[in-house]
């Protein structure tokens, strides 16, 4: 994880957060007071991790993290007062929000720390794995549609048109999604 969105009512946690992350290599770090601030600025920009250190001054902070859990792949920890942390970590937590009992120690801050690291990069992979799937799935419409086109222009089976676009593809050194643009382009277009 390389970006981190702190937010926090509290000066004192704000510095206490920033100065751990550094401690443990983190650079791009963003300091924000109110939860406001922090969803106008995560429509326009990309965290891999979030702390807020709640309360907010313009809301808990719990609607926060649950609504950046939701909406973008960001990882989120919630720092939450020791009395607190039962009820509110049974809300977020089916959301994917870490939450940490303050007073906050350390070592268990740095094993949250993991936590959302280990939960980030297979968030991340999945959300790759997914965008790979939506391109063949689009790719495969693409290549049906084209088919669909030479098979009613000119006259080919299905099986033929496999093969056209096959090998034109292997022949003109494109892919067969290029190949498919093509033809739709020339009869469809």
């Given at each position: 994880m390389e970006t981190v969105l702190i937010v926090s009512g509290s000066e004192k946690g704000a510095v206490f957060f920033e100065a751990l992350l550094r401690e443990l290599s983190f650079?791009?770090?963003t300091v924000l007071k109110g939860a406001g601030e922090a969803r106008r600025l995560a429509v326009q920009r990309d965290f891999d991790?979030?702390?807020?250190?709640?309360p907010l001054p313009d809301e808990?902070?719990?609607?926060l993290a649950m609504d950046l859990a939701r909406k973008t792949?960001?990882?989120?920890i919630l720092v939450?007062?020791?009395e607190l942390y039962g009820e509110i970590s049974a809300r977020v937590e089916t959301v994917g929000v870490l939450t940490v009992a303050k007073p906050l120690q350390?070592?268990?801050f740095w094993m949250a720390l993991k936590l959302a690291t280990a939960a980030h990069n297979k968030m991340a992979a999945l959300h790759d794995e997914n965008a790979k799937l939506y391109k063949k799935i689009d790719d495969i419409k693409l290549i049906d549609r084209a088919k669909a086109i030479l098979i009613n222009y000119l006259q080919m089976s299905e099986s033929e048109a496999h093969r056209y676009i096959e090998k034109r593809a292997m022949d003109e050194r494109v892919t067969r999604r290029e190949v498919a643009e093509s033809i739709i382009k020339t009869y469809d277009g």
């Amino acid at each position: 994880m390389e970006t981190v969105l702190i937010v926090s009512g509290s000066e004192k946690g704000a510095v206490f957060f920033e100065a751990l992350l550094r401690e443990l290599s983190f650079r791009d770090i963003t300091v924000l007071k109110g939860a406001g601030e922090a969803r106008r600025l995560a429509v326009q920009r990309d965290f891999d991790l979030c702390i807020i250190n709640a309360p907010l001054p313009d809301e808990f902070g719990d609607t926060l993290a649950m609504d950046l859990a939701r909406k973008t792949l960001t990882q989120v920890i919630l720092v939450v007062k020791a009395e607190l942390y039962g009820e509110i970590s049974a809300r977020v937590e089916t959301v994917g929000v870490l939450t940490v009992a303050k007073p906050l120690q350390k070592e268990l801050f740095w094993m949250a720390l993991k936590l959302a690291t280990a939960a980030h990069n297979k968030m991340a992979a999945l959300h790759d794995e997914n965008a790979k799937l939506y391109k063949k799935i689009d790719d495969i419409k693409l290549i049906d549609r084209a088919k669909a086109i030479l098979i009613n222009y000119l006259q080919m089976s299905e099986s033929e048109a496999h093969r056209y676009i096959e090998k034109r593809a292997m022949d003109e050194r494109v892919t067969r999604r290029e190949v498919a643009e093509s033809i739709i382009k020339t009869y469809d277009g």
